[in-house]
């Protein structure tokens, strides 16, 4: 069974940085790509960012270029999404998705971690 | 940017009802690359249709997905009390991906 469990997630300052992860389970990371797709308070689903199986492409909104990284740890089985320069419009609960690939519609999802960026 | 447009924002009806859920692209989507969501209160969403009109492991046949180029449609026959949520549609043929705004189906 897949099972995707994200953490990570709290209150932070505008400006400041956070790292999440999406820890993996029931399937290789190598094989799979995930993403990040995250939605605020009250608001429908953005997605954010996606890192591929094989070569591990990765890709962006636009509105997080510049900020977010998104990584992988294969013997881990755990994907990190580094959010630096946060800012009010990024409060959201952070979710990780499983597809098969970039292009493809999101199999499995994790319950979740929230971001708050506020002063 | 392909935008999504769902509608109705809400719908309204009563166990045993068919819901009949619209989503417009504001270009034509990369064949098949369309599918829907559920998301129930508090959980994260679950992947009901994907390709379109095929449906992802374990969901009841009574979920249906159709459509092409900029129209597409989610239709839920008997609707079961479990099935009163936010459904949200998404193009995943070209980047950015992205979702509608939601159809809220709410018992009447």
């Known amino acids: 069974e897949v099972q995707l469990l994200e953490s990570g997630g709290g209150l932070v300052q505008p400006g400041g940085s956070l790292r999440l992860s999406c820890a993996v389970s029931g399937l290789t990371l190598g094989t799979f790509a995930i993403s990040w797709v995250r939605q605020a308070p009250g608001k429908g689903l953005e997605w954010v960012s996606t890192?591929?199986?094989?070569?591990?492409?990765?890709y962006y909104i636009d509105s997080v270029k510049g900020r977010f990284t998104v990584s992988k740890d294969i013997p881990k089985n755990t994907v990190y999404l580094q959010m630096n320069n946060l800012r009010g419009d990024d409060t959201a609960v952070y979710y990780c998705?499983?597809?098969?690939?970039?292009?493809?519609?999101?199999?499995?999802w994790g319950l979740g971690t929230l971001v708050t960026v506020s002063s | 940017e392909i935008v999504l447009t769902q509608s109705p924002g809400t719908l309204s009806l009563s166990p045993g009802e068919t819901a009949t859920l619209s989503c417009r692209a504001s270009q034509t989507v990369k064949s098949p690359y369309f599918g829907w969501y559920q998301q129930r209160p508090g959980q994260a969403p679950r992947l009901l249709i994907y390709?379109?009109?095929s449906r992802s492991t374990g969901i009841p046949a009574r979920f249906s997905g159709s459509g092409s180029g900029t129209d597409f449609t989610l239709t839920i026959s008997r609707l079961e009390p479990e099935d009163f949520a936010v459904y949200y549609c998404q193009q995943y043929g070209s980047s950015p991906l992205t979702f509608g705004g939601g159809t809220k189906v709410e018992m009447k």
């Open positions: 890192i591929s199986g094989l070569p591990g492409s990765t």
């Open positions: 998705a499983q597809h098969l690939e970039w292009l493809q519609s999101f199999d499995y």
């Open positions: 390709a379109v009109s």
